[in-house]
Structures are given as structure tokens and as C-alpha cells.
């Protein structure tokens, strides 16, 4: 009996731990089974991203749905259309980043220097953009790591990460036409080849007047990045540009023919090298820019050749949060070296080549201060010998960054830079006539104290985001060329007496609000700049507003896409005009003309306005093959946009000093491309 009630209390037992047991699985079970979720973002369809720190990252692949002018879409065109960076008009090239001049500004490819990177009339530059994987814009020197330069930096990333099979894209219009192809070499190298050619005069020779002058003109240029990865840690990476300009134009009042050809030519080659949180750069490079500008007047002609040609090396590492690296450069330099020859005798500048020793070292450092805040601080080192003047600096810069996770951001900096390679020369005419010096023992080395305050707020979505800047730097040994042309023609000609030094400061404030994602896509941005430069030489004894400023400017960039074939785009461009000196009186002196200037930079060109307009039409092929069509109309409005003054001479030897237009405004294109 007791052996049963023993049984049985054991039996019970096991059942009960049997359906506990049973029980825990059911709840186990039902602890782990979830509803389903959905996780949803929207996806950045502009492109351009803004970082904590104020640079803006734009992904070159995105420039496709962007508005296009004239049948192309510029990646520095667009740059000019952004916050705190000046609009320049047709004639006009360059970048002008918070009040300062071009000079003052640094366009790299893969970190390598390239100068005067624009075509003639602003609409294209040197970048055909579906070459490149990314543009980065920092408009102060965000790091010790940038090039010794007290404005900002553009610098544009190749594709450095083979494609999973050949890519391209490829566009033919009545203005220019240009392909890109990405390919596979082997299992471990890779290439990007892209080559571009422009054919104004084609069609629109009747637009490339202005008044009675007649503009020929045309341009190639060809990119290639060829990679080869050793390991999974490390490749070898060669990139290389070149790029031809001609241009032609006739004055009929003047008589005469101006005929330049410039171009740009380089090549470096990278070692790259990323393990974890190790990260290190080796360039060696060779980058030059040439030009040979000739006037051919009925009784003289005159030349103005210049150049600048570089070899260097540089290094880059990044462990964590440290940054160190160095550079070095030669540069050979041939300032502008003017010639004059016909009736009235010879006339030749003593301007020689010559050369110049930069050498540099930096070192950042990244400080986190909890979960919101982090300090960058750094300090680069800098030396600089040409002829037998030496220069020597030491440049810190620290910036504070905020940056909470929800949307909102703010930051504030400080930094001092020093320049030792600048550009001047005319740059009204938008002609290559600009030419670059060295700082010497006459002109000292261009430096600048600077500071800047801003932030972000974004929407929870990051559809949004309203951004806003204050800048100021305080400038030292700037230089401003005060000649003109007839200087060179009509005159001896001495380089040092054109140039008018002082000091300067820009201040000013930017605000921007940008949509990110959706059907409609674009930014709207209003910029106040003032850029004052102080001399103290002669005449010019006072303070004058930079040749490049502009107080006020209004950009609206906008591309919608309702459907899934129709696309449309347009940007609008409201500026103040820029600054000029205008002649009192001009007369003729032994069949020269002399010409007697007025007060420093007292007038102002009227209000440059432009409206483009930009509307695809594109389709997909069985075979994923995008197709599509780009109708696109600048300067939709035809507002008449003065180009620059000029002397106008008739033939019964009466002088005007009047604004140039384009005979024909509004200029249409139609263009065809393709991505595969």
C-alpha cells in the first residue's frame, strides 16, 4: 500500500512538472513571437548631405536629376549656387567662398591642386562630373589637413571601389557631348575613362556674339582612374586629367583680334591603404596649367604668356581620432610676361620663371566630450622659400561641434592661415589672362585670422533642414591688379605697378533651407557678403569693396519629378553686381590710347538675374538601360545681364564707355543621354 501511494504521489508529480514544464515552452514561445515591423527611411534623392561640421557631401551620381544648363549639369556651377559662395556670371570664372576671392580658394582631384579649373563663360568647369564618386565643400579650413589656401576647399573623389559590372553614361547635345564608362580590368583592376568636347560655334555662333564682337570657341577634356587592389587592405590608385581651351574673339571697334589657348594637365599616383581604424594616403603628383594670350591690333600686337607647374608628394594617416600628415611641392612659376611689338617699337616685360619650395606638416585631433559634444583641434606647420625669401609659419584651428542625434546641430571655429601662392591678373574679361605668383621679398605671404558660427535644425525625417552661418576673417598682405589691357599695348609695362596691396575683412551671413527627399527636391539660399580690401599707395589711399563682391544673392534650385518618365527643374539666380573701375576721360597719344581712371572700384555692375529652365524625359529598356531627353533654356526671362565696360571707339574717333551684352539672351538645347 505504501509502495502504490508512493507511485502514485511520483507519477503526479512528473505530470505536474511535465505540464509546468509545458506551460514555461508555451510562455518561452510566446515571449519570442513578435508582430511584424516595418522598418521605413527616406532615401536622400538630392544627394547632398550636410555634416556636423558644416561640410557639405554631394554624391556626383545624383547630378543627373539635377536641373541642367545648356544641356549639362556643373558640379561648380552648382557649388556657386550654395550657401556663402558667390555666383559668378558669363565671362566670369571661379569660386568666391564667404567674401574671398578665387585665389584664396583650392580645387583638388583625390587631393591633388589643379588651377584655373573652369571653362570660358562659367558654365562648365574642369570636372565632368559623372567621373567623380563625390564633392566635398568646406568653406573654412575645417582641418590642419587642407592646403595652405585661407578660403575654402572643393575637393572631388574618383571611384576608388571596383563596379560589380561595366557602367557608363553618356550624352550628346547641340552644345557639348561627353561619355563615362567604369569597368572591370580583372579580378583586381579597374578604370573610369570620361572624355568631353564642346562645339559652340556649331550652332550657336549668333549667341556667342557680344555686340559687335565675334567669340569662337572650344574646349575638350579627358579623365582617367585606373585602380589596382594588391589585398583586401591595400590598392594602388593613377589618376589623370587633361584639358584643351581655344578661343577667338574679333573687336570691331578696336580692330583687333585676341586669340588664347589655355589648358590644364595632371597626373598622380596613390597608395591606399585602410585596416580598421587605421587609415593612410601616399600621393606623388604633377599638376600644370599653361596659357598664351595674344592680341593683334591694326598696329601692334602684343603677348601674354603665363604658367605654373607643380611636383609634389603628400601624406595622409588616420588612426581613431588623430589625423597627421605632410606635403611638398615644388612649383615653377611664369607670371605674366608681357610683350608688345608693332609701329610703336618693342615693349617687354622682364618677368622670368621662377621657382618656389613649399614644404608643410599637420597634425588633428579629434576630442569627444560626451555623448553631444566634440572639440577638433589641430596645427599645421608650414615653410616657403622663393628666390631668397623665406617664410615660416605655425597655423592652429579649433572647432566645436554639437550634435544632439534629433535634428539638431551647432558649431563654432576658429582658425589662422597663411597663403603663399596667389592669383591675379584681368579677370573681368573672363579670358585666361589671370596668372599665378609666389610670395616674395615685394608681395609677402597673404594670411588671414577667421571665425565662424553656425547650426542646423532638421525635421525627424531629415526631409528638412534649415541651416544657418555667420563669418568673419581678417585679412593681411592682400593684393588687387588695378591695370587694364591697354596698359600692356600702350605702355612699359611693370607688373609690380598694377598691383595695389593692403588688408582686408569679410563678414557676412547665410541662411539655407533645403528639402531632401520627396517628388520635389532643392534648396533655397540667401547669402549677405561684404568683402572690403584697405590700401594705402597713391591714389587708391582708402577702403573699396573687393572686385568680386556682392552684397546680396538669392539662389532657388528646384528639380520635381512627378511621374516616373516626366521630370522638371529650374534655378534662379538674383545677385548685386560686382564692382569696376570706370575711366574719367580717354584720349589718343602718339595713335596710343590713354585712358585716365576714376575712383578705386565706385561703380557696380547692374543686378545680374538669370532663370533656367530644365525638363527630362526618360524611359527604361528591357535591358535596365536608362534613356532620356533634356530640353533645357537659360536665361529663360532674356534679361540682359551686362558682361563688362568697355571702351567703344567709332570711326570718327569718339569714345563710349558702355556695358557688353550677348546679342541673343536666352540660349535653348536639346541633348540626349544614357546611363547603363
Known sequence: MNNSRLNLLLISTLCMLSAFCHAQEVDSMRSVSLDSVVVSARRNTSGMAQRADGMLVWKMQNLLDMPKILGNADPIHFAQMLPGIQTNTEFRCGINIEGCDNTHNVVEIGGVPVYNASHLLGFFSVFNASHYQTMNVAKTPLSAANAARIGGTLSFEPFYIAPDSTQGEASVGLISSQATVRTRLGSRTHCTFSLRASYLNLLYSRWLRADDNNINYFFYDANLTLVHRFSDTDALAFDAYAGTDNAKIMASDYLATMKARWGNVMGSLHWLHDKGSFHMRHTVYATAYSNRFRLEMQEMKAKLPSAIADVGYRADLRWQQWKTGGAFAVHRVQPQAAESYGDYGLNASSQKRRTAVEGA???????????????????????????????????????????????????????????????????????????????????????????????????????????????????????????????????????????????????????????????????????????????????????????????????????????????????????????????????????????????????????????????????????????????????????????????????????????????LPVMPSVSYYCKF
Request: with cysteine; hydrophobic share 35%.
Open 361 to 663: 606638416v599637420y597634425v588633428d585631433y579629434a576630442l569627444p566630450l560626451g555623448t553631444c559634444f566634440s572639440v577638433d583641434a589641430g596645427i599645421r606647420g608650414s615653410l616657403f622659400r622663393s628666390g631668397s625669401s623665406t617664410f615660416a609659419a605655425a597655423d592652429p584651428s579649433v572647432f566645436v561641434h554639437y550634435d544632439n542625434n534629433r535634428g539638431i546641430r551647432l558649431r563654432a571655429g576658429y582658425f589662422l592661415r597663411h597663403q603663399y601662392m596667389y592669383l591675379t591678373g584681368f579677370s573681368d574679361a573672363g579670358l585666361p589672362s589671370n596668372f599665378w605668383m609666389p610670395a616674395d621679398a615685394d608681395n609677402r605671404p597673404q594670411w588671414a585670422h577667421g571665425a565662424t558660427l553656425g547650426g542646423s535644425l532638421s525635421t525627424a525625417d531629415r526631409r528638412w533642414q534649415l541651416s544657418a552661418d555667420l563669418f568673419y576673417r581678417r585679412l593681411y598682405n592682400q593684393t588687387e591688379y588695378a591695370g587694364n589691357i591697354l596698359d600692356v599695348v600702350a605702355t612699359n609695362y611693370d607688373l609690380n605697378s598694377t598691383l595695389l596691396r593692403g588688408n582686408g575683412e569679410n563678414y557676412g551671413a547665410s541662411v539655407m533651407l533645403q528639402k531632401s527627399s520627396g517628388r520635389l527636391t532643392g534648396w533655397m539660399s540667401y547669402t549677405y557678403t561684404r568683402a572690403r580690401r584697405t590700401f594705402s599707395q597713391g591714389t587708391t589711399r582708402g577702403t573699396y569693396p573687393a572686385s568680386h563682391e556682392r552684397p546680396h544673392e538669392l539662389n532657388v534650385v528646384a528639380a520635381y519629378n512627378p511621374w516616373r518618365h516626366f521630370g522638371f527643374g529650374a534655378t534662379l539666380v538674383w545677385a548685386s553686381g560686382t564692382p569696376f573701375t570706370a575711366p574719367v576721360s580717354v584720349n589718343m597719344l602718339n595713335g596710343n590710347i590713354v585712358a585716365k581712371y576714376g575712383k578705386h572700384n565706385a561703380n557696380r555692375y547692374a543686378d545680374y538675374v538669370r532663370l533656367d529652365l530644365s525638363a527630362n524625359y526618360k524611359w527604361t529598356s528591357r535591358r535596365g538601360t536608362e534613356h532620356g531627353f533634356n530640353l533645357s533654356v537659360c536665361n529663360a526671362t532674356a534679361h540682359k545681364n551686362e558682361l563688362f565696360y568697355r571702351l567703344r571707339i567709332s570711326t570718327k574717333n569718339e569714345y563710349a564707355y558702355r556695358p557688353m551684352f550677348f546679342v
